[in-house]
């Protein structure tokens, strides 16, 4: 077991955040010592990682309570989360594509500038 201390040091996750996710339901099953104090196990490490990467791929947090509600509820919910996990994943995917897009003008933009200093530098050796 892990304090929230060592949970912070381990992940780089702030504490106020790691509180704010287990009030907000998406860490499921934090347990608490005799002075309330909470600890983490591999379980809630497992469960961070998770709902980091839901967020970081901007997974809203009303999403991610749904899909906690479900797991609570058992094996007759893994269709479900596996759509959720489906839709989730194509919303990643389409914005990679948008970002590759988006880089490809910019390599554009910057091989254009390459050709300008080159010219500029090219004058610029004739005078």
Wanted: aromatic share 10%; proline share 2%.
């Amino acid at each position: 077991m892990m304090t929230i201390k060592e949970v912070t040091e381990m992940t780089g996750i702030s504490a106020p955040t790691l509180r704010y996710y287990e009030k907000e339901g998406l860490l499921p099953y934090v347990k608490r010592n005799e002075n309330r104090k909470r600890l983490y196990d591999e379980e809630d490490l497992s469960w961070i990682s998770f709902v980091t990467a839901l967020r970081a791929t901007g997974m809203p947090i009303a999403q991610i309570q749904k899909y906690v509600s479900l797991f609570k509820e058992g094996d007759s919910t893994i269709a479900e989360r596996k759509t959720m996990m489906l839709h989730h994943k194509k919303d990643i995917e389409k914005s990679i594509k948008e970002l590759y897009f988006n880089l490809d003008k910019i390599n554009y933009k910057l091989a254009l500038y390459d050709v300008l200093e080159s010219q500029i530098e090219r004058t610029t050796i004739k005078i």
